[in-house]
């Protein structure tokens, strides 16, 4: 046996120990930490709506009786909404434009769909507001000189303009004491100092407390205009809106000079409160505003059957398939039962790594790719068997059947493969995430049963060529011929 060989079986066992090891159902996942530096990854298989269940909203453009709404205003809408559900934390989320003022959003395993609902249809819109010497209790809706076109374009606020240079540490904690003022104030219109385009990034922190609160970067010159302002109102009041409702009305302590701030709430945020508006905040305002139309729950009993018939199918199918090359092909299906089985554990490590989502269609591709892997060996056999009834020697044979099988299953899978490319690009651009799923598991097959078709395979055979030699070929019946 050459050292090519041996190298190969040291990998191929190498990488089913550690494919079995990823798909274990107890897995602990992957957590390294070195030094200040730490990974973390959960390892499991991700189900999709269809499974798993979850929640599917319907969207639409809230605007004024026969006011229209452009497509690019819509594209971007769309585009903050898949922003946000991403942040969510929602793995392979469905979110696509329906007509002309209308997006379909599916989020596959979401548990609170309410508060999901409330951090996508919420317009985002975050003012940095003058209110002088009033602070502002939470809750307070009011007016500003700030406002968004229908066609989702900006009117700008005139804003000051600094030269001085970033020297200090910002401070800006809410105001002791809060001067009692009506839930809305339309009598008067406060100047907007900066909007939330100037922001840079927004993450979830804590106070000294251990509260929740918003830690937010501005960009340069988000930072200019916040310093030349802070350094000119120190005492005053810097209120804080989202969607011209106040959450937080801190004093400036001191100038706010190095483009760096906290928004705290005098009530105290909950957690999940101040991650919907980090994420509203991160992702920016939506162009329009949007009002639910449909909420519709998939439960995840469904799911959960579908997931045992599909288990129960494949498992049944691949017994029969193993069964088949065993029965047929005797000693040269056993190998190929053995490579069958290290495809399907590569194929469950990967969807599990990646991640890719399973959906009842992704299932179906998976299962389909199997049958091709049985085909990939299926003609090397037959090419072998050919080979041996022509009077060649084991070894010639052995080389003779891969080789010449190679031609056939390289431009049968190719083919497989570039129409997987067509249907995952189908997918992504008419929102058909069925078809998306589908191409995905199969595409990942189809790469996979190339390697154990060839690569495990033949080096399974030449491992145990080396060890009979020529005798094997005398025993017609074991090899299938």
Wanted: charged share 20%.
């Amino acid at each position: 046996m050459s050292q090519r060989n041996i190298v190969l079986l040291i990998v191929i066992i190498l990488l089913t120990a550690f494919a079995l090891w990823v798909v274990l159902p107890n897995n602990p996942g992957i957590h390294i930490k070195i030094g200040s530096w730490r990974f973390d990854r959960d390892i499991y298989i991700h189900l999709g709506l269809d499974l798993r269940g979850g929640t599917q909203l319907l969207l639409e453009a809230d605007l004024p009786a026969g006011e229209t709404v452009t497509l690019d205003a819509m594209e971007a809408a769309k585009t903050i909404v898949e922003n946000r559900v991403n942040a969510l934390g929602v793995t392979e989320p469905l979110v696509q434009l329906q007509g002309d003022r209308r997006i379909i959003v599916q989020l596959p395993g979401i548990e609170n769909p309410d508060a999901a609902i409330q951090t996508l249809r919420s317009t985002g819109l975050l003012e940095f507001v003058d209110t002088g010497d009033l602070s502002l209790p939470e809750g307070t809706v009011i007016r500003t000189t700030y406002s968004t076109t229908s066609e989702g374009g900006e009117q700008p606020t005139p804003a000051p303009t600094a030269t001085a240079e970033q020297t200090a540490t910002p401070t800006a904690e809410a105001a002791p004491g809060a001067t009692p003022t009506p839930a809305s104030i339309t009598d008067r219109v406060f100047t907007t100092i900066m909007t939330g385009r100037h922001l840079k990034s927004a993450r979830v922190g804590t106070d000294e407390y251990g509260r929740p609160e918003i830690e937010f970067e501005l960009t340069d010159e988000g930072a200019k205009i916040m310093a030349d302002f802070s350094r000119k109102n120190v005492g005053k009041f810097l209120t804080i809106t989202m969607d011209k409702v106040v959450i937080s009305s801190p004093r400036i302590e001191t100038p706010i000079t190095e483009g760096r701030g906290r928004i705290t709430s005098q009530q105290g945020f909950k957690l999940e409160e101040a991650q919907r508006l980090a994420i509203q905040l991160r992702y920016g305002a939506l162009p329009v505003p949007l009002k639910v139309v449909e909420t519709r729950s998939v439960g995840p009993t469904l799911g959960q059957d579908s997931v045992q018939r599909s288990l129960r199918a494949g498992i049944i199918g691949l017994i029969v398939v193993l069964l088949f090359m065993l029965s047929y092909y005797r000693l040269l299906g056993s190998v190929a039962d053995m490579a069958l089985l290290i495809y399907a554990l590569l194929n469950l490590a990967i969807y599990q790594l990646v991640p890719v989502t399973l959906t009842l269609p992704g299932i179906t591709g998976f299962l389909l790719s199997t049958g091709m892997a049985v085909d990939a060996n299926i003609l090397i056999f037959e090419r072998m068997k050919e080979e041996l009834r022509a009077g060649r020697p084991l070894h010639s044979a052995i080389e003779a059947g891969f080789s010449r099988a190679w031609t056939s299953i390289r431009d049968s899978n190719i083919s497989t493969l570039l129409t997987c490319i067509i249907l995952y690009w189908f997918g992504s651009n008419y929102g058909a995430s069925m078809v998306k799923g589908f191409a995905v598991t199969l595409f990942i097959g189809v790469l996979i049963s190339m390697f154990t078709a060839i690569t495990v395979t033949r080096t399974f055979i030449i491992t145990l060529f080396s060890l009979t030699g020529e005798k094997l070929r005398e025993k017609k019946w074991l090899l299938g011929a």
